[in-house]
């Protein structure tokens, strides 16, 4: 079992900078491959960055050049460093751990992200 707890989120204004954070608990975060979601209201989830276990990542269009994701295994935490924010990045921001040789999948409650001015 993992938990993830986010944090990081509050009120910017546009143009601002934000980092999420997401720790993770248990012994074998390493091999799992972690993403960052958000769900703006009557919106479906819709993925934002992934990075793999080797450190591989991935982002969505609308936010490549301006998001960038990490992780540190020895924290076993992951990171969502978010810049040049944008009234459309407004939303509440998952956490999710995921390894599929375990069929495990998990996600944390989220933290609200909120850009305005």
């Known amino acids: 079992q993992v938990q993830l707890v986010e944090s990081g989120g509050g009120l910017v204004q546009p143009g601002g900078s934000l980092r999420l954070s997401c720790a993770a608990s248990?012994?074998?975060?390493?091999?799992?491959?972690m993403g960052w979601y958000r769900q703006a209201p009557g919106k479906q989830r819709e993925l934002v960055a992934t990075?793999?276990?080797?450190?591989?990542?991935n982002y969505a269009n609308s936010v490549k050049g301006r998001f960038t994701i990490s992780r540190d295994n020895a924290k076993n935490t992951v990171y969502l460093q978010m810049n040049s924010l944008k009234p459309d990045d407004t939303a509440v921001y998952h956490c999710?751990?995921?390894?599929?040789?375990?069929?495990?999948?998990?996600w944390g409650q989220g933290t609200q992200v909120t850009v305005s001015s």
């Open positions: 990075i793999t276990s080797g450190a591989l990542t």
């Open positions: 999710n751990a995921k390894q599929l040789s375990l069929k495990s999948d998990y």
């Open positions: 248990g012994s074998l975060f390493s091999i799992y491959d």
